[in-house]
């Protein structure tokens, strides 16, 4: 089975840094896909940031320029700099089966708080 542990949430003023990390197990080979999606209170779940088996890379507009997506073997991680208070929301590591983007996200970890004031 595949599992996903996120960390690295947490609370910070508006302007500050986080970097998420997600730690998976059970994914076949290496040229999987993975992303990182977020959910805030009464809102619909957005996909953030994404990247391919070959490391190409999808952001979201509201995040480009801010957020980097990183996967290197068995560890996806996120650089979130610049945050905002409509950065807070609740998020989560995904991946899927796909070498390329669009990506098939079949499993999902459990995901981390961030909280920007």
């Known amino acids: 089975d595949v599992q996903l542990v996120e960390s690295g949430g947490g609370s910070v003023q508006a302007g500050g840094s986080l970097r998420l990390s997600c730690t998976s197990s059970?994914?076949?080979?290496?040229?999987?896909?993975m992303g990182w999606f977020r959910q805030a209170p009464g809102k619909e779940r957005e996909g953030v940031a994404h990247?391919?088996?070959?490391?190409n890379t999808r952001y979201a507009e509201s995040v480009k320029g801010r957020f980097t997506i990183f996967k290197d073997r068995a560890t996806l991680s996120l650089q979130m700099n610049s945050l905002k208070p409509e950065d807070t929301a609740m998020y989560y590591c995904?991946?899927?089966?796909?070498?390329?983007?669009?990506?098939?996200?079949?499993?999902w970890g459990q995901g981390t708080q961030v909280t920007v004031s």
């Open positions: 990247v391919d088996g070959y490391y």
């Open positions: 059970g994914l076949p080979g290496s040229r999987y896909c």
């Open positions: 995904a991946a899927g089966e796909t070498r390329w983007l669009p990506c098939d996200y079949k499993s």
